[in-house]
């Protein structure tokens, strides 16, 4: 394996040594070989050495804004970038692994433009009392990569090239930008081959955990895919145009692009982030954030191979970011008072893995580890999965103001937990049910524009575990003031599900509409021994719910219908009156 010379490329590029990379390289860059870093040829005696100069005094460091205490520059583009320079701007560092070597609370580190392959690997900042940054001097001017270019490429059979690979197993590789079809490959340490006990025979009945995995070796590539040979040692690929010798291709090598396990008053601002090999060993964010009162902000994460982006600790946030492209899922995590605000997370799960486990826009998960969670004017749409999934005995979440939209799954899924607030959102065009509460109790579910989803709008629900633990029983839930109109128009027109009666759900204010039939309104899942309610009067004289709601029977208006067909997002101006001002008929 040889790497491309960065000198073809017209972009900066900072690469660990390749038997580092092979390794599974984790923070630093390597420098560039110069003339003063060598030690002279071979066999000629070395010249008597004068007597050394006086030192220099130690560079002063760069005034920083407040509050931060000190300026750290990294531009391996200087002419004076050195990784044992000052870190000033005159004299800056030239990799970033460098500058968080010698980290201080307090330093705000400054990125020059260009594309860096390392790691970035926060130190432990656990305690520190001055806030420390770590931003691009440019916000998209920075990208920090978790790949490495890979070239030698030799012919194998017509298309089919292959590369000798000494390192961990890739679960991604890149051509001109273009991610290639993988083709086999295992995951967490073994899955499915050998996989860890913990997710051995999960969710079998549905193909496991990944049953988005194409299986095959080296006889099954098809045009633009990839197989890691692991009996070979080698890396093969089938592709549509022929590769030079000296053609690289970009193949993901670092388990996470950003890592801090301990971070405290940290800000990550501006870097764009893309490429990781996380999901080989383990099940975490390729930008993974863990700690206390640390955020990231405006950065984008994209192309990633597993999850995008990991919160895990208290008073944490992601704010105004793109998080696209992800293997697995958006965001995962867990804490107290995360915040996720102005984010818009896309196509995650491209790889496939179940819909039921984890997967989808956002899955946060913790036994009662979630707690006091805002998550507001997000954009969560077009997922493989989920749109945004809080689960398991968590409590005080609220989800607020999002756009929740053509995910395959649920698009906002409170699952076994207590005292949520769902409100204000719209929630659009998703594959299931628009808003589900399963075995949730104490929460509100107000204020909602819940529409053109293809199973009921809004499902308060009991479920098995609640009778072997209580905590599950969907006791007091509230659902008022919505607008629930044409969802499940293929099956049954059920625009509300309710548990029963004995769970003390409460269901007002709300206005309903459906094209063709109902809208109907059911307590429990309709069947055949308990049907839905035909009409909102007898929905009323059955339960004495929704009192003080409206119901109406109307068209879809044609051009929302073609808006959710082509699966487009909706401007707040192209909806009706009732779904701009929700509660209101």
């Known amino acids: 394996m040889k790497r491309t010379p960065s000198q073809r490329r017209p972009v900066l590029i900072l690469c660990c040594t390749a038997a580092l990379v092979l390794a599974g390289c984790g923070g630093g860059g390597g420098g560039a070989d110069t003339g003063q870093e060598r030690s002279g040829i071979a066999g000629t005696p070395a010249p008597l050495a004068p007597m050394p100069a006086p030192a220099p005094a130690p560079a002063a460091p760069d005034p920083a804004d407040a509050p931060y205490l000190r300026r750290v520059t990294v531009d391996p583009s200087h002419t004076n970038a050195s990784d044992t320079g000052a870190g000033t701007a005159a004299q800056p560092y ?14 705000d580190i400054v990125i020059a433009a260009g594309t860096y392959r390392e790691a970035i690997v926060v130190p432990t900042l656990t305690g520190a009392t001055a806030p420390t940054r770590l931003r691009a001097a440019t916000p998209r001017s920075v990208t920090v990569k978790g790949s490495v270019e890979v070239s030698g490429w030799a012919l194998v059979s017509p298309g089919v090239y292959a590369v000798p ?15 290639l079809q993988q083709i086999g490959g295992t995951v967490f340490g073994g899955y499915p081959t050998t996989p860890p006990p913990d997710l051995a025979g999960l969710h079998a009945s549905e193909g496991g955990i990944w049953p988005g995995r194409v299986p095959g070796g080296v006889a099954q590539l098809v045009p ?46 501006g870097l ?17 954030l863990q700690g206390q009162t640390s955020a990231l902000r405006d950065i984008r994460v994209r192309d990633m191979d597993g999850a995008c982006v990991q919160l895990v600790g208290n008073d944490l946030g992601l704010h105004d970011s793109v998080v696209d492209g992800c293997g697995q899922v958006g965001l995962s995590g867990r804490g107290e008072r995360m915040v996720v605000q102005g984010n818009r997370i896309t196509r995650a799960n ?23 969670a805002v998550i507001r004017n997000n954009v969560v749409v077009h997922n493989e999965g989920d749109g945004i ?51 949730s109790s104490g929460s509100t579910v107000q204020g909602n524009a819940v529409f053109g989803n293809t199973m009921e709008g809004i499902a308060v629900v009991d479920g098995t575990r609640s009778a072997t633990d209580p905590e599950l029983s969907p006791l007091n839930n509230r659902v008022t003031g919505n607008a ?13 599900v309710l548990p029963g009666l004995r769970y003390g759900s409460v269901s007002d204010g709300n206005v309903f509409k459906s094209e063709q039939l109902g809208p109907r309104m059911a307590m429990g899942f309709p069947s055949a021994t308990a049907p839905a309610y035909e009409s909102l009067q007898d929905w009323r004289n059955a339960t004495q719910q929704d009192l003080a709601s409206v119901a109406e029977r109307v068209a879809l ?21 009732f779904l701009r001002n929700p509660g209101q008929p």
Not at 94 to 107: E, F, K, M, T, Y
Not at 272 to 288: E, I, L, M
Not at 399 to 420: D, L, P, Q
Request: hydrophobic share 40%; glycine share 10%.
């Open 484 to 496: 629930v109109a044409w969802n499940d128009d293929q099956r049954n027109w059920v625009q509300l």
């Open 272 to 288: 764009d982030f893309a490429h990781a090999n996380t999901s080989t060993t383990y099940r975490q964010g390729a930008v993974k």
């Open 350 to 372: 491209l790889r496939g893995f179940n819909k039921w486990w984890e997967a989808g826009g956002m899955k946060l998960i913790g036994t009662g580890d979630v707690r006091d």
């Open 165 to 179: 690979w000494a390192g961990e197993e890739p679960q991604q590789v890149f051509l001109a930008g273009q991610a």
């Open 94 to 107: 030239r990799s970033i692994g460098a500058a968080l070597a010698r980290l201080q609370p307090g330093d």
């Open 224 to 269: 633009n895919s990839f197989t890691y040979d692991a009996t070979g040692r080698r890396i093969v690929v089938r592709v549509s145009q022929a590769l030079t010798s000296t053609q690289a291709l970009e193949v993901s090598t670092l388990r996470h692009v950003f890592q801090a396990e301990a971070a405290a008053r940290l800000t990550v601002e």
């Open 389 to 439: 999934w809080i689960d398991w005995k968590n409590s005080g979440n609220l989800i607020e103001a999002n756009t929740v939209a053509y995910n395959t799954g649920f698009g906002i899924h409170y699952e076994a937990s207590r005292t949520g607030t769902i409100r204000g959102n719209v929630v659009y065009g998703n594959g299931l049910r628009g808003i589900y509460l399963m075995e």
């Open 557 to 577: 208006p044609e051009a929302l219908r073609s808006a959710l067909q082509a699966r487009r997002l909706l401007d707040s101006t192209e909806l009706p009156a």
